[in-house]
């Protein structure tokens, strides 16, 4: 995340100067206490300490002291010209974006609760974010993918590759979803699986076919090494321990390598390419929502518009019929 170019490099120094002392400041500390109480998750709060490390860079050194931060001297103007030089460092728009919603939800906070009397990044606007069309995988691409995996020796890493991928297909779940999964959080008699999703949020998926079939040999193989203690995590690195967010995307990346699909597979797109599909087979608009956890069914459409646009060719082919 970040923008390009030199001023990236510029702003990795200033957030580590920044880093320590961010911790330390009393309504910093107070804001992140309170989004932790309300369930955000690890990459919420890591992004928000990471863009308001670089805030509180950027605004020099009249905007702090040995004691904390000026978050109170902060006004419009002084708001505005600080996305003046996010623009002026060549941030990416959707960066750019990310770190006003993070400024923003800081200051509603500090307004809220009596430290300011105005939210100085109420009316400052950031830039238009181009809206992407997301990615898919046809089902014939979803297919190689989740199973290239088997391609090879069976061993306890292919086995666990094979279901994450097939979980990821065959129920939407988000990638820090699938990080999260404990090992009582499959339920293997009803075939069920709790996801603890985003905000605290937790909802049920069902899991079948051959992502049940495929989950249920990675876990007896681990039987077979011991018992599992409560607690542990659903998907194991070697050493039994909880898998990185990072690492599972890096293991998705060379799957989608070894099966010819290079830079066009994701967690995300399989997750997308999971809903579209689903539609294409006809699954209602609802029970897609329910199964990612999406909030508002709005979220859902913007996920199935590649779905559309493939119904959309199938009822004009069909029209081409005599």
Known sequence: MGGSGSGERKSDRERRE?????????????????????????Q????????????????????????????????????????????????????????LSNLRGFYRFLKKNGHMQEDPFRLVRGPKVPRKLPAVLSEEEASTLVSSPSSGPANLVSLRDRAMLELFYESGVRLSELCRMRWEDFQTGNGALLVHGKGGKDRTVPVVGMALASLGRYLKERLEGGRIPAGAP????????????WQVGRIVRKRARESGLAHRATPHVLRHSCATHLLNREADLREIQALLGHASLGTTQRYLHTGLEELARKLAKAREKP
């Open 18 to 42: 920044i880093g320590p002392r961010l911790i330390k400041d009393p309504l910093f500390s107070l804001y992140r206490r309170h989004l932790i109480l309300s369930g955000r998750s690890p």
């Open 234 to 245: 659903l998907f194991a690195d070697r050493e039994g321990g909880s898998l990185s967010v």
């Open 44 to 99: 919420t709060l890591e992004s928000v300490d990471r863009d308001l490390a670089l805030f509180a860079g950027l605004m020099g050194a009249a905007f702090r002291n040995e004691e904390g931060f000026f978050w109170e001297s902060l006004d419009r103007p002084r708001a505005v010209r600080f996305v003046k030089r996010l623009h002026e460092r060549e941030y990416a728009p959707s960066s750019i974006a990310r770190i």
